[in-house]
C-alpha cells in the first residue's frame, strides 16, 4: 500500500518538481503498476490455487502462512478476505487522489466500499472463530458510522 501512495505522490508531482526526472517517473511508474496489478494478482494465486498439498509442506507454511493465517482454509471465497481488504484500500487511495475535486463521489465510493465489506462479512465470516468475525464486523460497522458522521459535519450540510 505504501508503494502506491509514494508512487502516486510521485507522479502527481509538479513538472518544476526538483525530483521530477525520467528515471523518478519511470521507478514510480513500474511501482505502482506492481503494487496496483501484479502483487494483487500474485497474491490471489498463491490462496485461491487449490493447492492444499502445497500448503502442508513447512517451507511454504514458513514463506505464506501470514496470507491465510485466521482465514477459513476450505472457503475459497473466505480466502480472498485479504484480497478484499487490499483492493478496498487501494480504491481509497485512487479514490483520494483521483477525485479530489469531487467529494460528493468520494463520500459515495466510501460509503459503498463500507457497505460490500459489511455484506461480504455477514455472509461469509471468513474468519476462523465467531468472536472474530463479530470483532471485524463490528470494526467495519464503526468505521461506516464515523464515514456517516463526516457527511453530517461536514461542508455537505448548510449551516
Known amino acids: 500500500m505504501e508503494y502506491l ?10 513538472e518544476t518538481s526538483v525530483d521530477n526526472n525520467e528515471l523518478t517517473m519511470g521507478v514510480a511508474s513500474v511501482s505502482m503498476i506492481a503494487s496496483a496489478f501484479i ?9 485461491t490455487k487449490n493447492n492444499f498439498e502445497l500448503r502442508k509442506r513447512k517451507t511454504f ?12 482454509p476450505k472457503s475459497k471465497i473466505a ?3 485479504n484480497v478484499f481488504f487490499v483492493v478496498r484500500r487501494m480504491i481509497y487511495v485512487e479514490t483520494a487522489f483521483s477525485l479530489n475535486d469531487h467529494p460528493c463521489q468520494q463520500f459515495q465510493i466510501l460509503m459503498l466500499m463500507n457497505l460490500i465489506m459489511q455484506v ?6 471468513p474468519l476462523i472463530t465467531r468472536k472474530m468475525n463479530k470483532m471485524e464486523i463490528y ?3 464503526i468505521v461506516y458510522i464515523v464515514t456517516f458522521h463526516f457527511f453530517l459535519f461536514t461542508d455537505f450540510v448548510p449551516d
Request: overall charge positive; charged content about 25%; aromatic content about 18%.
Open 5 to 14: 501512495i509514494a508512487s502516486r505522490l510521485v507522479l502527481e508531482m509538479p
Open 39 to 47: 502483487l494483487p494478482l500474485i497474491y490471489c494465486w498463491i490462496i
Open 61 to 72: 507454511r514458513r514463506k505464506w502462512y501470514l496470507l491465510y493465517e485466521d482465514i477459513k
Open 79 to 81: 480466502l480472498l478476505f
Open 120 to 125: 461480504f462479512l455477514g455472509n461469509f465470516r
Open 139 to 141: 470494526n467495519d460497522l
